[in-house]
T-cell receptor, first 117, second 114 residues
């Protein structure tokens, strides 16, 4: 059974710092990995999706890497801003040769990020 | 562009009362649809998913049921709510036609069972 772990559980940094959020998964047979952002009381916003054949994806100040063989992904946030404060979740889609995973994702517990001015 | 709507945003219901949460998707056709629950300190748990009208798969045994009466409509229901049904319910969709398409979430419904 796939398990996803995110470290740290919470992180507080001053504005302007570069930071790294970590995600690990137990079953390396994944189809893709997705990073989400969740603001308090809101739904999840998709940030980046990395396919299993890719090593990284970038969007603005965000960069996500994937090392499938070691079961790890990192989300790098450059020059953090108070508006980046949110919970960040990673989720993996398990690979299924028969194509019957139906896009189901297994989520980590999230990292609560606070960027203070 | 595609959008997903969930309502209501918040709901307070007594134990034993029925429940109906609705989710609709616009701007796409033939999506896969999902209901997740997020309980405090427990992360997101997949409850149901659907790959087509009338096709529902349950991931965990529970007091809830789901239905998909139309291609872009997904409903979560209960005949009698339990205290343990309290939580944040999220509807999501992904394209079935686009390889490696991301999952998109609605804004969620905060359900409190009293």
């Amino acid at each position: 059974k796939q398990e996803v772990t995110q470290i740290p559980a919470a992180l507080s940094v001053p504005e302007g710092e570069n930071l790294v959020l970590n995600c690990s998964f137990t079953d390396s047979a994944i189809y893709n990995l997705q990073w989400f952002r969740q603001d308090p009381g809101k739904g999840l916003t998709s940030l980046l999706l990395i396919q299993s054949s890719q090593r990284e994806q970038t969007s603005g100040r965000l960069n996500a890497s994937l090392d499938k063989s070691s079961g790890r992904s990192t989300l790098y946030i450059a020059a953090s801003q108070p508006g980046d404060s949110a919970t960040y979740l990673c989720a993996v889609r398990v690979s299924n040769a028969g194509g019957t995973s139906y896009g189901k994702l297994t989520f980590g517990q999230g990292t609560i990020l606070t960027v203070h001015p | 562009s595609q959008t997903i709507h969930q309502w209501p945003a918040t709901l307070v219901q007594p134990v034993g009362s029925p429940l109906s949460l609705e989710c609709t998707v616009e701007g796409t056709s033939n999506p896969n649809l999902y209901w997740y629950r997020q309980a405090a300190g427990r992360g997101l748990q997949l409850l149901f998913y659907s790959v087509g009208i009338g096709q529902i798969s349950s991931e965990v045994p529970q007091n809830l049921s789901a239905s998909r009466p139309q291609d872009r409509q997904f409903i979560l229901s209960s005949k009698k709510l339990l205290l343990s049904d309290s939580g944040f319910y999220l509807c999501a969709w992904k394209s079935r036609d686009v390889l490696n398409s991301p999952l998109h979430f609605g804004n969620g419904t905060r359900l409190t069972v009293t």
